[in-house]
Structure formats: C-alpha cells, structure tokens
C-alpha cells in the first residue's frame, strides 16, 4: 500500500512580530519596547488558503483518479465552514462514499480543562467533476496518464534503470 501525505501550510496576513515582543516582555526577556507597543495585527488569510487548496485538489485529483487512487484532505472545522460559504459545496457528499476519489476529513477542536484535542467530526467526499464545481469551473484539468508517463520515462536514464545480473 502506498500513501501519500502532503501538507499545506495556511496564508497569513499582517505580521506576528509584536504579538512575540509582547510574550517576551510578559516572560521578563528584555525587548525594544518601541516594537511591542505597535498595534500592528495578524491573521489567517481564509481567501488564499482556500483558493490555494481548492485549485490544487482540482489539478491533482484527476491523476489520483487515473491511478484508481484517493486523496484525503484534512482540515478543521472552521475551514470547512469558510470554504462551505464562499464556494459551492452543496453537491459535495456529507456521507462520504469510498467510490469517491477526493475525501474531505474534517475535525473540531475541543477543550477540557487545559487540554485541547482533535476529533474527527464529519467525512464528505466528491470527485474531479466535483471540485471543478467548487471552483465553479466549466472544463476540465486534463493531465492524461500517457502523457505523465512519458513525461518520467523521458527523465530516466541508462543510470537510473534497474538491471539483473
């Protein structure tokens, strides 16, 4: 079995720097002070990242299908609402269904006492034609597998080739 795992960082707005001379500063660690006193803030950048996600889920899903393979994004609970009200969800599955390429596990962070925790909290799942209706596109990212392979076949050499003695 093979599994592929990837992961995709978040984008950021703004810039953390005086949040960070703040920590120092309540830790007792000497800071400029003229930095900690910027109101300058920070964030997610929920626009980006769920473009980001969405058009590369969009270019790599068709080849995991050619492969008769599956791609499991998994994101938080608060993402999923963001993209849910953004871009069109609602044919995305809310049972997942394994004949499904793409699968979506979602999960919520909860609190008790002083420690967080993950839980899984729901599983959709959709496929090509799917994530294409997310983006709202019309056509299709058409990676055709011959073309992959003679892509990679083209980039092996003589040293690269397995031989038997």
Known sequence: ?????????????????????????????????????SGKTFGMNWKMTAKTILVQLHHKIETFENFNKKLVLVIQDCFLDYIQREFTFSHVRHQA????????????????????????????????????????????????LEQILKTLESKLSANTLFTFI
């Open 97 to 144: 269904q394994l004949g499904d390429s793409m699968h979506i596990h979602v999960y919520r962070m909860t609190q008790s006492d002083r420690s967080f925790k993950l839980a899984l909290d729901s599983r959709l799942s959709t496929d090509v034609e799917g994530i294409a209706r997310c983006l709202g596109l019309q056509a299709e990212a058409n990676v055709e």
């Open 1 to 37: 079995m093979v599994i592929k795992i990837e992961l995709q960082t978040l984008d950021t707005t703004g810039t953390v720097w005086p949040e960070r001379q703040r920590l120092l500063e309540e830790l007792g660690v000497p800071t400029e002070n003229s930095q900690s006193q």
